[in-house]
């Protein structure tokens, strides 16, 4: 854009000479932004300018006649045009004006003044760019002197002529404003370029156009159009290379393949030549030599991706560490004008193996099996042969060796220990093993036999450990029950199919019913069998497993062998007392069955019950918790009107029971409950005058159990079986005399005269003072009376939350905890729990002379 000024200023009329406007002939015009004209010496003709824009108060001059004449000093009319400036050409600080040091009169001078627009241009002419690039950026700049406006320019893409990249097949066609901020001076286009990675095809090079179009406050410069050029001669030239960097394989297999494949344009057949160069392996002795030679050769037809690139490998039988030599690739040629090439992976690694002629010593088999003899004196031979494999060019030698297992040597067969030695060229060995007779009906027994490691360290072993089995003439196989056993409650023995659905309740003991039981529910099908087999039900072993309740999150704990007895209870008996579960465990029992010769069977395992928490017989006042219940001890003298006990102290003691607890009575502290209640003698010799001792181990006259096996105070049977020794034995119904079930109250009741209370029960004597007849005298008598509740069946972890102080669990495998004292009982009193731990006398006078 130009604008035009006209200015009226004073000048002189004798300019200097300098400031003739004229200029030699051929001159280009200067690119000042001002322009001064000379100044005639008689007033100025008009001067014709285009794009002229006169002032308000000046009227435009007529224009001059074409015939007139100008003197040699008047300036010739000047035309400016709408001239624009290259990029190359920047705007210079227009010359200072002449000085006027003389003003005689007015003229009229004209002043042109040029501000240049923005100008947009291409960065570069040329752009070369890889079809597999997939894009190109183009930068478009814009200068000038004022960048403070807003400028608009669109870039188009056009094909050339002739035409060589078409638009949707080379490239994506773009026709795209580009806004230009204040102050910013370049912006960049990017034009998607179309690479043919499905199907490549070699087209060479190709070439678009990109012009300038439309500028909005601005003008175009140079360069306004670029030419853009699309080489594919690298990306889709036919290539070949291997797919992977190294090859591994066994020199038995022969041969190995490399995979060779070819990428860009395969519309032609192309060739390449894969051959051999040693390295550690070396030709005709580890493998076939692939020569560079056209003999070599590996032809892609066109349209082939893939071709293997075979080494034949040589196969001896000496064992020889890993190898290695290279493939190469070369020589690469294309029907197709521009030829071909080799990748960056233009060579392979091979690694040959030779772990088939690695020497090998092993057992042939890993089982045997022998029978045992029918004769005493007979012996069974038994031959494992141990095989080597491989090189067998060395010597080796390896030990060989037997190891028991359900079969023990000098009693079922005679152990071996001895080496064996492989000479060169040697490749088997047999070990023999004798079995003997033991005359022993009994499952089929095994033992394992060994190879040590190669004393020379030639050959490895392998498959080192064998296993022999003994197959037994009579099997105790053939003694098993029929089907598996069920555990049911002692109060539904005599109704076995009624209590399929219901739980045991807590509190009463278990039975075991196993098949050949009168009382297993299917009986009518299972007796006949072990009839057949001569299972006698009797002589059933019994064993029992039981775990803690499960938590309140549902997770289980796992069964636990019962092994532990006490001096009234077993755990191997077909019932299980309730002191050894409790409310909520789990309890499976394991049989063993016995034929009428005394020959023990297979043990089978009845399915896991849970004991019911929701009933038992003498439930806690809170389910599922133990707390504190009171209790009452008595001393009292019974003298010498007593027809049965005269002139003795009776103890008696009264204890509430709970579901699982078990009451212990004693003078002495309670510690170490393993041994308190273990059948051990370390119980009767710390325990004189308690509970603990059944009525054959009580060395006072009297104690708290007697050879009585029912309660004399309770007529008939409150559960069934309560009394039944066969199920749950005389020890056991000795202590459980003392239980009166219905009222679930425990009562020991004992008497003792003052020399075994002193001696044998710990008390002491002492007095208290002198009455007013010195005649007669109190003697009072101290002793100290521990009383416990204990619970007796589960793992302590596992234990109810609330326990009263001093008592303790036994685990699952029946092995008391210790307890703490609970507190002694005072004669006609009872304690509370709280005021455990503290020491009570017993009192009672007597008239003394």
Not at 87 to 96: A, G, I, K, S
Not at 457 to 486: C, G, H, L, R, W
Not at 697 to 717: D, M, W, Y
């Amino acid at each position: 854009m130009q604008i035009v000024q006209i200015v009226t200023a004073l000048l002189s009329p004798d300019p200097p000479p300098s400031s003739t406007g004229s200029r030699p002939p051929n001159t280009p015009p200067t690119h000042h932004p001002h322009q001064q004209g000379p100044v005639p010496p008689t007033p100025p003709r008009p001067t014709t300018l285009v794009n002229r824009v006169p002032s308000p108060q000046h009227p435009p001059d007529p224009p001059p006649s074409s015939t007139g004449s100008h003197s040699p000093n008047t300036p010739q009319p000047t035309t400016l045009v709408n001239r624009v400036p290259s990029p190359q050409h920047r705007l210079q600080t227009p010359p200072p004006p002449p000085q006027t040091p003389h003003i005689k009169e007015s003229t009229v001078c004209l002043l042109v003044l040029f501000v240049l627009s923005p100008v947009f241009y291409f960065g570069d002419a040329e752009y070369h760019v890889d079809e597999s690039d997939g894009y190109v950026q183009v930068r478009v700049w814009r200068t000038g002197t004022d960048l403070t406006k807003t400028a608009t320019v669109t870039v188009r893409s056009r094909k050339t002529d002739p035409v060589s990249a078409e638009a949707g097949l080379d490239y994506v066609a773009i026709s795209r404003n580009l806004d230009f901020a204040p102050g910013v001076t370049s912006q960049t286009v990017r034009v998607t370029i179309l690479d043919d990675l499905g199907q490549p095809v070699l087209e060479g090079l190709e070439k678009f156009e990109l012009v300038l179009r439309m500028p909005m406050n601005g003008i175009l410069g140079e360069p306004a159009r670029v030419t853009v050029l699309i080489n594919d001669s690298v990306s889709d030239l036919p290539k070949v290379q291997f797919r992977d960097s190294m090859y591994m394989g066994n020199e038995n297999d022969g041969h190995i393949s490399a995979l060779v494949y070819r990428s860009g344009d395969l519309s032609y057949k192309s060739t390449v030549r894969c051959y051999t160069r040693q390295g550690t392996a070396q030709v005709m002795m580890d493998f076939n030599e692939r020569p560079n030679t056209d003999d070599s050769i590996i032809t892609f037809l066109p349209g082939e991706v893939e071709k293997l690139c075979v080494l034949t490998l040589v196969d001896d039988t000496e064992h020889e560490e890993t190898e290695e030599l290279r493939l190469v690739l070369g020589s690469p040629r294309s029907e197709s004008p521009f030829g071909a090439s080799v990748g960056t992976q233009n060579e392979t690694l091979v690694k040959i193996k030779d772990d088939a002629d690695k020497a090998i010593i092993k057992f042939a088999e890993t089982k045997f099996s022998v029978s045992e003899p029918k004769v005493a004196g007979q012996v069974s031979v038994v031959k494992i042969p141990v095989i080597r494999v491989g090189d067998t060019s060395k010597v080796s030698v390896v030990r060989v060796h037997t190891k028991d297992g359900s079969a023990s040597s000098g009693e079922d067969y005679n152990p071996v220990s001895e080496d064996v030695e492989f000479r060169a060229g040697e490749s088997r060995h047999y070990v023999e093993v004798e079995i003997l007779y033991d005359g022993v009906r009994e499952m089929r027994e095994a033992f394992t036999i060994h190879l040590k490691p190669d004393e020379n360290m030639v050959a490895q072993t392998q498959m080192n450990k064998a296993i022999v089995y003994i197959e037994e003439t009579n099997s105790m196989a053939d003694v098993t029950f029929p089907s598996v056993p069920i555990v049911v409650s002692l109060l539904q023995y005599d109704d076995i199919s009624t209590s399929s659905y219901a739980l045991p309740p807590a509190g009463y003991p278990v039975v075991c019913v196993t098949a050949c039981n009168p009382k297993y529910p299917d009986f009518d099908k299972t007796g006949s069998i072990c009839v057949s087999e001569s299972i006698n039900n009797t002589l059933t072993r019994y064993r029992w497993l039981v775990s803690a309740p499960t938590g309140p999150d549902g997770v289980t704990s796992p069964m636990r062998e019962v092994d532990f007895d006490t001096f009234f209870t077993s755990s191997k008996l077909i019932t299980l007392d309730s002191v050894y579960f409790q409310a909520g465990s789990r309890v499976q029992c394991a049989a063993r069955a016995v034929n009428a010769d005394g020959d023990e069977g297979l043990e089978l395992s009845s399915p896991v019950v849970a004991i019911s928490v929701e009933e038992g017989m003498c439930q806690p006042r809170v389910v599922g918790t133990v707390g504190a219940e009171p209790f009452s001890a008595k001393l009292r003298y019974t003298g010498a009107d007593d027809p049965d006990h005269p002139n003795l102290v009776k103890l008696t003691v009264h204890m509430p029971h709970i579901d699982g607890m078990l009451p212990v009575v004693s003078t002495r502290p309670l510690s170490n409950f393993e041994l308190t209640l273990s059948p051990d003698g370390t119980r009767v010799g710390n325990h004189r005058c308690s509970n603990l001792l059944d009525h054959h181990e009580v060395q006072t006259r009297h104690g708290f159990l007697t050879p009585a096996t029912r309660n004399p105070k309770v007529i008939g049977q409150t559960a069934p079986y309560q009394y039944s020794a066969t199920l749950r034995g005389s020890s056991t119904l000795r202590f459980y005399r003392n239980l009166n079930l219905e009222a679930c109250l425990w009562e020991f009741v004992s008497y003792y005269d003052m020399s075994e209370l002193l001696s044998d029960c710990g008390g002491t004597i002492g007095t208290d003072g002198q009455l007013c007849q010195k005649w007669q005298n109190h003697i009072i008598k101290y002793t100290r009376l521990s009383s416990h509740a204990t619970p007796h069946q589960q793992p302590e972890a596992l234990q109810p939350r609330h326990t009263t102080p001093g008592s303790q669990k036994l685990s699952s495998h029946a092995t008391p905890h210790q307890a703490a004292r609970s507190s002694p009982a005072t004669p006609h009193h009872t304690k509370q729990p709280e005021a455990q731990d503290k020491k009570q006398t017993g009192t009672f006078s007597k008239d003394m002379q």
